[in-house]
């Protein structure tokens, strides 16, 4: 988003995500991302999901 000047509130009009759940997947608390939310993502952002996306291990 930054290198796209873009702010969360563009972002979620031109996906179609309310600001609220854009704002979970933002900060890494959705337990889940459909993958056509995540491609209407990628499509405005112009990037593949890889940029979005980083694995992290669940509990101890």
């Given at each position: 988003?930054?290198?796209?000047?873009?702010?969360?509130?563009?972002?979620?009009?031109k996906v179609g995500l309310t600001l609220a759940n854009l704002s979970?997947?933002?900060?890494?608390?959705?337990?889940?991302?459909?993958?056509?939310?995540?491609?209407?993502?990628?499509?405005?952002?112009?990037?593949?999901?890889?940029?979005?996306?980083?694995?992290?291990?669940?509990?101890?």
């Amino acid at each position: 988003m930054a290198k796209r000047k873009m702010s969360l509130n563009e972002l979620s009009e031109k996906v179609g995500l309310t600001l609220a759940n854009l704002s979970i997947l933002k900060t890494g608390k959705a337990k889940a991302v459909r993958f056509s939310t995540l491609e209407a993502i990628c499509k405005v952002l112009e990037c593949q999901p890889g940029d979005l996306l980083e694995f992290r291990e669940n509990g101890p």
